[in-house]
């Protein structure tokens, strides 16, 4: 069987396409950490790599032959929920197998069946120093999820650790690497009386924290080019440039494109067809459809406070609210994988600024009543743009205030409901590109319709441009400066019009006061101005 790009589990290099996991890491330095007896914390967003890596530090320690080292994932003990001593057993359970799977010592497992009536407060400690003392090499353990426990089972698990630290090496573990999303100090541990720990302050052993990156953009090519080096099938070398910005080298995303475009994509299964850049888009676009788990779990998180405002200042363009949030909340969502902090704060790549506004709008779009693409095609089989927008503008007037109030992220409503309008009208056969300008106070969607069904993407194209501002100020101001960006964005993608639309949410403001339409010229280029 070929290999193939890996979108599910572990990769086996065997089997998929790969990046050396140690090259991710700091190999020397994490070598140096458990020479030096040290616990620390690995973490990286889902999806990111963790377990293949973690899988394969233990196969090169172990091959060295100084420690003996397990990987255990105990993210089973989750379903104890509120039940600790259920979930120390179930990761208990995980830890004996893991050492005995791979290093073929049943000793834990053994002394585990005969010891199940030991308090479920001291078992991981005993379960721990039984094995250490019983190894004739220091030992080392890799523990995976573990925060997907919540609790007094995460709670327990981190203290019965921390209680063993002063008998390593000789009767607990040289190292203990804890692995998941969140680092240690992000863990928010509730006791009874509504009291609220950290992880931190439960596990104050911990000497380091390190955060696993995304592949670079050389790696990224180097992934893809392993397929045309074992298959023969060449991408058009445009399509690498694309392929950085859709992910930033988010793996999962990279592989999932890869496995889209060269599987699922039929005409690519003959090896001997060279892929375009229009197959590559087209495969993104339906890897975004297919809300495939990856995309769910990143809707899902969505949904939880800390992570909607952040994400709703995003969406928002709003570089006064942003800078007013809780820093611990922009450290949890960087921690996720769904924003970068450095050189400045914005959504991670390109494919999540698609999905994030598709999923917070996805019910409002399929609910919008009697809206058809055919109304607003001419006869050329162009989008009549302006028409459109009139028809939002009275929908808006209609059902903004009883839609937006259902949104959890209001402060970007406006934006959210033309999305969703929009996009219920493009999917009839076009696409839309986002950009959010934070710090500009503006959302630039780029709007690509094929004017020749047969041919579509590979055909004639009409680009329009619609820039979206919140009024804030004086309403010249605000039309000065977003004809300016609307005309600079314009020049930059090619579009063929542009349209401004700005929303006034002052509620002393009638509708009849909202709601206009105006043209004006800027650098030779006209642009249509609307309120709304």
């Known amino acids: 069987m070929p290999r193939f790009f890996n979108n599910a589990g572990p990769t086996v290099p065997a089997d998929h396409y790969a990046i050396d996991p140690l090259s991710r890491i700091d190999w020397e330095d994490l070598q140096a950490l458990i020479e030096q007896k040290r616990y620390f914390v690995l973490h990286a967003p889902r999806q990111t790599g963790k377990t293949t890596t973690l899988l394969a530090m233990m196969q090169a320690i172990n091959a060295q032959g100084r420690y003996a080292c397990a990987y255990a994932n105990i993210e089973g003990a989750q379903a104890a929920r509120g039940d600790s001593t259920l979930g120390i057993h179930a990761a208990c359970s995980a830890i004996a197998r893991s050492i005995n799977h791979y290093l073929g010592n049943d000793a834990p497992s053994r002394w585990l069946r005969e010891h199940q009536d030991t308090n479920a407060q001291d078992l991981l400690t005993h379960l721990l120093e039984t094995w250490s003392l019983g190894c004739d090499r220091p030992t080392v353990l890799f523990l995976d999820e573990v925060d997907a426990l919540v609790g007094d089972t995460l709670i327990s698990l981190l203290r019965q650790i921390r209680a063993g630290y002063p008998q390593r090496p000789d009767a607990f573990p040289q190292s203990i690497v804890l692995c998941g999303v969140r680092d240690v100090r992000d863990y928010r541990l509730h006791q009874e009386g509504a009291q609220v720990i950290t992880g931190g302050s439960a596990f104050n052993i911990k000497a380091e924290s390190l955060r696993m990156g995304n592949f670079t953009e050389e790696e990224c090519q180097a992934l893809w080019q392993q397929h045309t080096d074992e298959t023969g099938q060449a991408f058009d070398p445009t399509i690498f440039q694309e392929l950085w910005e859709d992910t930033h080298g988010q793996p999962w995303l990279v592989n999932a494109l890869g496995y889209e475009l060269t599987w699922r994509f039929k005409p690519a299964r003959d090896r001997s067809r060279p892929l375009s850049l229009e197959d590559y888009r087209a495969a993104r676009e339906a890897l975004i459809q297919s809300r495939a788990t990856h995309l769910d779990q990143l809707a899902d998180k969505l949904r939880e406070p800390r992570v909607c405002r952040v994400i ?166 605000v039309i000065s400066q977003g004809l300016a960006q609307t005309a600079s964005y314009a020049s930059q993608v090619g579009a063929d019009e542009a349209h401004l639309v700005i929303f006034n949410r002052d509620p002393e403001v009638t509708w009849e006061e909202r709601t206009w339409e105006t043209e004006r010229t800027v650098e030779g280029r006209c642009i249509r101005v609307w309120g709304a």
Request: with cysteine; glycine share 8%; charged share 30%.
């Open 312 to 477: 709703s200042e995003l969406l928002a363009s709003d570089e006064e609210g942003l800078e007013q949030l809780p820093l611990d909340d922009l450290e949890y969502v960087h921690d996720l994988g769904l924003i970068e902090v450095r050189p400045r704060v914005r959504i991670s790549n390109r494919i999540y600024r698609e999905v994030i506004p598709r999923e917070l709008t996805w019910t409002t779009q399929v609910r919008i009543p009697n809206q058809e693409t055919v109304w607003y095609l001419t006869p050329v089989h162009c989008l009549d743009v302006p028409r459109l927008i009139r028809a939002f503008q009275q929908f808006f007037r209609e059902h903004a205030d009883s839609w937006m109030e259902r949104f959890d992220y209001k402060e970007a409503g406006p934006q959210l409901l033309m999305q969703a309008f929009l996009q219920r009208i493009v999917n009839g056969g076009g696409r839309i590109s986002r950009e959010y300008g934070l710090g500009r106070k503006r959302t630039d969607l780029f709007i690509e319709w094929p004017t020749d069904p047969a041919r579509g993407f590979h055909g004639p194209m009409q680009r329009i441009v619609i820039e979206l501002k919140l009024q804030r100020g004086a309403l010249e101001g």
